[in-house]
T-cell receptor, first 116, second 113 residues
Framework: GAGVSQSPRYKVAKRGQDVALRCDPISGHVSLFWYQQALGQGPEFLTY????????KSGLPSDRFFAERPEGSVSTLKIQRTQQEDSAVYLCASSLGHAQSQETQYFGPGTRLLVL | GENVEQHPSTLSVQEGDSAVIKCTYSDSASNYFPWYKQELGKRPQLIIDIRSNVGEKKDQRIAVTLNKTAKHFSLHITETQPEDSAVYFCAATKSNTGNQFYFGTGTSLTVIP
């Protein structure tokens, strides 16, 4: 079946622009996660949704970052007034649930954001 | 929160040899430990995982061991092949609590033909 998809795959933004990154999780997956992956590093947690509820946003680096999942499926990560330090790959992952045996996360291909 | 450390950061082995990557974690409540393989420019792909109620799990040439007392777990790849070359990430999480994954910093494995 279809895996997690993300769009766009690449985004170049001028400093100060707003960007919106989209994630389509695996159908039926309750949990959705956003991670930020800097070059040569492991993914770092940004935020987590269970259905439409954003249960954890402790990893968002500043109030310029905002995420939503209004209908419990597609999610959008928005970054306002982008800065050069926002340049990274943004990965989306989904899992069936959060209970034991449902927690395996499946990743999308990521959006590579470059802020000039 | 959880802190996962991974080493080595780079590893080169001859084709056919074994490769071992080690990770430690800090939160004794963590109970699920996946390993991901990430090829350049591609998505992380789950290759094996282990839960805290077992000490070892094997899948063909790949095995993972877990020592809960010492809070460390390791990935073992035997009979390495050039297509095993990639970056490998370990992660730790607590099931049933929202389970964000805490990742290690990655190991770049090169298998030399």
């Amino acid at each position: 079946g279809a895996g997690v998809s993300q769009s766009p795959r690449y985004k170049v933004a001028k400093r100060g622009q707003d960007v919106a990154l989209r994630c389509d999780p695996i159908s039926g997956h309750v949990s959705l996660f956003w991670y930020q992956q800097a070059l040569g590093q492991g993914p770092e947690f940004l935020t987590y949704f269970q259905n439409e509820a954003q249960l954890d946003k402790s990893g968002l680096p500043s109030d310029r970052f905002f995420a939503e999942r209004p209908e419990g499926s597609v999610s959008t990560l928005k970054i306002q007034r982008t800065q050069q330090e926002d340049s990274a790959v943004y990965l989306c992952a989904s899992s069936l649930g959060h209970a034991q045996s449902q927690e395996t996360q499946y990743f999308g291909p990521g959006t590579r954001l470059l802020v000039l | 929160g959880e802190n996962v450390e991974q080493h080595p950061s780079t590893l080169s082995v001859q084709e056919g040899d074994s490769a071992v990557i080690k990770c430690t974690y800090s939160d004794s409540a963590s109970n699920y430990f996946p390993w991901y393989k990430q090829e350049l420019g591609k998505r992380p792909q789950l290759i094996i995982d282990i839960r805290s109620n077992v000490g070892e799990k094997k899948d063909q040439r790949i095995a993972v061991t877990l020592n809960k007392t010492a809070k460390h777990f390791s990935l073992h790849i035997t009979e390495t092949q050039p297509e095993d070359s990639a970056v490998y990430f370990c992660a730790a999480t607590k099931s049933n609590t929202g389970n964000q994954f805490y990742f290690g910093t990655g190991t770049s494995l090169t298998v030399i033909p």
